[in-house]
């Protein structure tokens, strides 16, 4: 053994991630006389030896000797089958201060965050937000990240963070009893982030159709599909500027999101975010993967708005999974022995051309070739309460409305819904049960009856019904009425089938 060290027991604690949720977890190390050995107790098995050669070269790497001692580290509870190498630092600490090499007692009582890279250097992690929030919680104010990471994670109330580059530096500091020293101190906060992207509706020519729609969706929270060779872009990304700001609460779950990605470039703050993958794209670029511990892109698109350009392109498969988070706000993912939630209540817009031919190209589809293109929706379009045609407009035309105009408008009738949902657990019209809306929330007789002829004639089904009525609250709403008319039951009906020869639907 190095002269001078003893042998002991020593704690800390770090954090894991499962999905979202994040929790602490108490590392404990005990070291004996005998060879120099590290045995990690409470990893996943094949992480053990990862994680044990990242620590030893990392250790020898910042000038300090191995212990002559067989060392026991054991991480509580165990970590779930995927390591992501964020409790790397309180490990070596761990194993350090058990053999004496710094004092056991200056790493106690705090959460120790950060993956060891082999020249001693600590390295990011993603999903420091949850991370240090659970920390907080758990009654553990003092955090030692990845200096990369500090800005990150001093947005969690109560956190005091700091920051380290290097296994060395926290050594001697640790060794001198200076770490304490060493906080970060946030520079002033910049002015919070407008909802202006920099687009305007102004800049859509014609398209009032879908202009109006785009209003109603962002009031409603209702899922959206546009048909036709047209804008269908240029709208979807103008949406999240006539959404309202993001509240505390939805902004909190929307950075977490971002920092388990790894997005932590995203400004935090109230800007709804809008997603829009590829059709290309995987199913776990989609809905996120349990193996990398990483959301998808309808999580990205939490609380914000999820656009499929050309969505018959996508894959089947991926088209009929987000019908789930569609219906519960969040997506499941099961597999290596253990299940992960994300977060994704999102505002769908889809958008198809009417054939598989290519954009401005003369169609020379048969009938069965368009049903069979606009089929691959069949899963997802009985859940949209909201269609429009769209078209290249004439761009000489005159500007339509401005976002700000738009916004305010869905502001007023976001308030409206806000205050009749007050007391329940649902914030948007879109997600009223159909219970509720017989119920509770009952639109004028006269309103129920002509969509009830609708289901009647085969016009609209049993499960369209709702969705329509919840259309019809929205445009009660936008029109600062009290409860749906027939005039806003009509008007729904009419966003519903305004798109004609729709195949598929």
């Known amino acids: 053994m190095t002269e001078g060290m003893t042998t002991g027991y020593a704690s800390t604690r770090s954090a894991v991630l499962v999905g979202l949720d994040a929790r602490v977890v108490d590392i404990e190390a005990d070291a004996v006389p005998g060879g120099a050995e590290l ?13 044990r050669a990242r620590i030893r070269s990392a250790i020898f ?18 970590i779930p089958p995927v390591y992501d190498a964020a409790a790397d630092l309180a490990l070596a600490l761990a194993t350090l201060a058990a053999s004496g090499v710094i004092p056991p007692k200056r790493i106690a009582g705090r959460v120790f965050l950060g993956e060891l890279a082999l020249d001693g250097g600590i390295c990011p992690i993603r999903g420091v937000l949850p991370a240090v929030r659970a920390a907080v919680q758990a009654g553990i104010t003092t955090v030692v990240v990845p200096a990369g990471c500090a800005p990150e994670a001093a947005q ?22 200076t770490l304490d020293g060493y906080r970060y101190r946030p520079p002033e906060p910049p002015a919070p982030p407008g909802q202006s992207s920099g687009v305007d509706l102004a800049d859509v020519p014609g398209n009032e159709a879908a202009r109006r729609a785009l209003e109603v969706c962002a009031a409603g929270g209702h899922h959206l599909f546009l048909i036709g060779d047209g804008p269908a872009s240029m709208l979807a990304e103008r949406l999240p500027g006539i959404l309202p700001p993001l509240e505390v609460e939805a902004a909190r779950e929307v950075a ?26 995987t199913p776990a670029a989609i809905f996120g993967s349990v193996a990398g511990n990483r959301p998808g892109a309808v999580s990205l698109a939490h609380r914000g708005v999820l656009h499929l350009a050309d969505a018959p392109e996508f894959a089947r498969p991926t088209l009929d999974g987000l019908s789930r988070p569609m219906d519960t706000g969040q997506v499941r993912i099961t597999g ?35 049903r069979r293109y606009l089929g691959r929706l069949a899963l997802l379009l009985p859940r949209v309460a909201v269609c429009a045609p769209i078209e290249w407009g004439d ?23 806000a205050h009749r949902l007050a007391e329940t657990p649902w914030r948007t019209n879109a997600e009223v049960p159909a219970l509720e809306l017989r119920t509770s929330f009952a639109a004028e007789p006269e309103a129920v009856e002509l969509l009830r002829s609708a289901v ?17 609250w929205t445009l009660a709403d936008l029109r600062g009425a009290n409860r749906p ?21």
């Open 156 to 177: 969690v109330p109560g956190a005091v963070v700091i920051p380290v580059t290097r296994l060395a530096e926290v050594i001697e500091r640790l060794r001198k009893g």
């Open 456 to 472: 009647n004639t085969g016009l609209l089904t049993v499960e369209g019904l709702p969705r329509l009525l919840r259309v019809a």
């Open 336 to 370: 290596l022995g253990r299940t992960v939630r994300y977060p994704a209540r999102f505002t769908l817009v889809l958008d198809a051309r009417r054939c598989p031919c290519p954009e401005g190209q003369a169609c020379t589809c048969r009938p069965v070739d368009r």
């Open 485 to 505: 008319g027939v005039d806003d039951a009509a008007g729904a009906l009419e966003l519903w089938k305004r798109a004609d020869n729709v195949e598929g639907r």
């Open 61 to 78: 790497n910042s000038g300090t000797a191995w212990p002559d001692a067989k060392v026991t580290v054991s991480i509580s509870p165990a």
């Open 39 to 51: 045995h990690l107790v409470g990893l996943p098995e094949l992480s053990v030896w990862p994680a």
């Open 256 to 281: 977490e999101i971002y920092s388990l990605a790894g997005r932590s470039d995203r400004a935090p703050g109230a800007r709804v975010p809008i997603c829009s993958p590829h059709h290309t794209s």
């Open 395 to 417: 761009r000489g035309a005159q500007a339509g409305e401005p976002s700000a105009a738009v916004a305010a408008r869905v502001v007023a009738a976001r308030v409206r819904a």
